[in-house]
DNA sequence: CTAGAAGTTGACATCGGTGTGAAGGGCAAG
DNA sequence: CTTGCCCTTCACACCGATGTCAACTTCTAG
């Protein structure tokens, strides 16, 4: 499929599509003319690539981490441990985010919140 | 206090306390010569600041949300509501990272975890 | 063939929070 | 008084992902 289509089918923009290219995280094979042309795994790909994004890391982390998604031959101990490294800073992240509306909570809770009895 | 101790007690820069005052999240009192004095009660409510932040809370949004946390007077209906709007989207940013660590253990799974034995 | 949709590259703009540096005023301790 | 540190304002720089515009080429439908 062409960019066009990609884009369609992932929300990604072609302008997002063609820099995730640019920066390595995605690959796409020329048609003569000059064209992006991608395979049918590419969706998955930008999916993953956009969900990793809005976790909050970066294209340069991206960069050395997908490899090692894709091709398990290249896990070197030390990308494993990049990717546990990762994995823990969005679990922290999550902590910190319950923390956060738990503290909302308590202001709502103050609230009169029409139809709920006030604990 | 002055802006420096408030700075080192909550781990914001002075720049990022002088830059909440005039988004109109903080406000300080100027004694004679034109520093700023802070309340012990500031420390609290920068620490919250940068929590919001951390959330994604826009400074726009939170000069909405903050006189709605202080001061439950003047809470209207539709503060409540922002406010509500606001939780339900870290909720499901939440979710969201949720689902993202989980992808990221199915990666992890199935690197060779020395001394973990396969599930 | 031809018009319009879709692709290409390249460059510049944007946004929000923060860093940083200049130029100067305030205040405590030697 | 002076030294040194903290404070003030103002202004410009940065980052990273994306928008947007321009100038061109290519594909596709009528």
């Known amino acids: 499929m062409r960019i ?3 884009s369609a089918r ?3 923009s072609t302008r ?3 820099y995730y290219e640019e920066q390595g995280l ?3 094979v020329r048609s003569g ?3 992006r042309t991608y395979p049918e795994a590419a969706v998955e790909r930008v999916l993953l690539i956009r969900r990793l994004f ?4 970066s294209s340069r982390t991206m960069s050395d981490l997908l490899p090692c998604l894709s091709d398990p031959a290249i896990r070197t101990p030390w990308l494993t441990d990049r ?3 990762e994995r823990e800073r969005i679990v922290a992240e999550i902590a910190e985010l319950t923390g956060t509306v738990a503290a909302l909570d308590a202001v709502i809770g103050d609230l009169a919140v029409p139809g709920t009895p006030p604990r």
Do not use: K
């Open 54 to 57: 809005d976790a909050g890391i």
């Open 26 to 28: 995605l690959t796409s």
């Open 33 to 35: 003319s000059g064209q």
């Open 83 to 85: 990717l546990r490294a």
């Open 10 to 12: 992932t929300g990604a």
């Open 16 to 18: 997002s599509i063609r």
């Open 4 to 6: 066009g289509e990609l």
